[in-house]
């Protein structure tokens, strides 16, 4: 079953839409709150937000969460796997309660071919006014976990290279690189224009630069990412 809630226009240039995930759940899935808020006016100049960048991976709506209002009517929304497993992750690290997030799939109608005009091309600005961008690989968790004892050792200071490594790691390593979220046109305009970028994998964070001391240790896999 498809859903679809109705989006009130954006009556500014700068006027984006942002959610807010309820700390509760309804039905056994996410609400979401949506603001409407203008960049320009003084009041939100240092609004804090996320910025989700990711690829849609399928696209059919297997998922469905909901939408809170402005008059407080709730809508539920369908979503695809992808978006709803970030969501899912962004709730168990408390992303709620005054943590804003952008994401393309319902911050923007999809259905408004007007909208999608005007808004798409100003999508660098989102990105460039973001507090953080999380770059969501859409991995498992149990990939995230055989990454984390390399990434422990390289936090702690020491070489990764001088220690023996489980022989997931190397695995993990290469699916990372070979992601499909690489294969982005626009993935440079997201990170180059990026305050800063949170790397997610499966449940482990990690960061532009950890990706490229984990590149340069595991060069012999031929990673192509980037």
């Not at 960048?53 to 059919?60: L, T």
């Not at 999809?110 to 507090?131: C, K, L, S, W, Y």
Request: aromatic share 12%.
């Amino acid at each position: 079953m498809s859903y679809e809630c109705s989006y009130t226009e954006l009556p500014t240039p700068s006027t984006i839409r942002l959610i807010e995930l309820e700390e509760n759940k309804v039905n056994e899935t996410f609400a979401c709150v949506i603001y409407y808020v203008d960049c320009a006016q003084s009041e939100w100049t240092h609004l804090e937000y996320n910025a989700l960048s990711y690829v849609w991976g399928d696209s059919r709506p297997t998922r469905h969460i909901y939408l809170i209002g402005s008059t407080d009517e709730m809508y539920p929304v369908s979503v695809h796997e992808n978006l709803w497993r970030f969501l899912a992750w962004a709730w168990e690290k408390g992303l709620h309660k005054g943590s804003y997030i952008w994401t393309d799939r319902i911050c923007l109608n999809q259905h408004n071919d007007d909208e999608m005009a005007q808004r798409v091309p100003r999508m660098g600005e989102i990105f460039r006014n973001a507090t953080r961008v999380f770059a969501w690989l859409g991995m498992s968790e149990h990939q995230g976990q055989h990454l984390k004892p390399f990434l422990d050792l390289y936090r702690d200071g020491e070489d990764p290279r001088e220690h023996p490594c489980a022989p997931e790691t190397p695995l993990a390593v290469a699916a990372i690189a070979n992601n499909e979220y690489w294969t982005r046109v626009w993935i440079l305009q997201e990170f180059a224009l990026a305050k800063q970028v949170v790397v997610v994998v499966g449940d482990v964070e990690t960061t532009t630069e950890e990706l490229d001391v984990i590149e340069y240790c595991f060069r012999g896999l031929q990673l192509r990412w980037r």
